[in-house]
């Protein structure tokens, strides 16, 4: 088994095959469908080529299912779901919406595990046990 992602509003499947697929808007209004892969740290992105943001721009994620907001109410920058890994735990995955910017936090309570250069700049705003 793999690990899965889920919205966090309705629970839907957000992971099919070798991506995870979310709905989008970039700061032009413009909306498309991304592509992430499923590690944590790897920022390979997939668009239609015609759905274009610039580096730096904040994009808006959705559920692709259930049209829910992905914001995080820990900070305006940040994206949440859900992903339970091959053992069956639950874990919140946040993910900056800033386009470029390499941050993930896979955190269970106070616990967490940080991907990419620029996630430090969000920890001050969780309650955490690091474990780096």
Do not use: W
């Not at 015609?50 to 920058?77: A, Q, R, T, W």
């Not at 910017?101 to 955190?107: A, D, I």
């Amino acid at each position: 088994m793999y690990d899965d992602y889920r919205c966090p509003k309705c629970y839907s499947h957000l992971r099919v095959g070798d991506n995870i697929i979310l709905s989008a808007k970039n700061d032009k209004g413009q909306r498309g469908l991304i592509l992430l892969h499923p590690e944590l740290g790897n920022y390979e992105v997939i668009t239609h080529p015609e759905f274009k943001y610039e580096k730096g721009e904040m994009i808006s994620f959705y559920c692709p299912v259930c049209h829910h907001s992905l914001d995080s109410s820990k900070h305006k920058n940040l994206a949440k779901i859900v992903m339970i890994d091959s053992e069956g735990k639950d874990f919140d995955i946040y993910f900056s919406k800033v386009a470029g910017e390499q941050s993930t936090l896979k955190m269970i309570g106070e616990h967490v595990e940080i991907f990419g250069k620029h996630s430090e700049n969000y920890l001050d705003f969780f309650t955490l046990s690091q474990n780096y």
